[in-house]
Nanobody, 122 residues
Framework: QVQLVESGGDSVQAGGSLRLSCAASTNTFSSRCVGWFRQAPGKEREGLALIYIRDGGTSYADSVKGRFTISQDNAKNTVYLQMNSLKPEDTAMYYC???????????????WGQGTQVTVSS
């Protein structure tokens, strides 16, 4: 079963940028879509963006549209989340997940990584 490993989380100042990576342990994600999610303390897990593995189509939550960009490198079996103009409210644990759905809801994704922490200070 494919495993997902996130990396790239860090502590940054507001206005800064980070690029998160989600690497698959096999040569394929074995799923229709890969999504990025985040969860802040005391809050529900929130869907941010997803990418269709076959054709690279993307979809974004309104909260990050225009600031975050999801992309993939098929040769590296890796999906990225480029995050720009970061705000303190972006502070959260960020997760990637794979699923055979294009509904950006964590309940529909079955395979998850361990998460990577993003902290944005003002």
């Amino acid at each position: 079963q494919v495993q997902l490993v996130e990396s790239g989380g860090d502590s940054v100042q507001a206005g800064g940028s980070l690029r998160l990576s989600c690497a698959a342990s096999t040569n394929t994600f074995s799923s229709r879509c890969v999504g990025w999610f985040r969860q802040a303390p005391g809050k529900e897990r929130e869907g941010l963006a997803l990418i269709y593995i076959r054709d690279g189509g993307t979809s974004y939550a309104d909260s990050v549209k225009g600031r975050f960009t999801i992309s993939q490198d098929n040769a590296k079996n890796t999906v990225y989340l480029q995050m720009n103009s970061l705000k303190p409210e972006d502070t959260a644990m960020y997760y990637c997940a794979a699923g055979n759905t294009d509904i950006l809801n964590p309940s529909f994704f079955g395979r998850w990584g361990q998460g990577t922490q993003v902290t944005v200070s003002s």
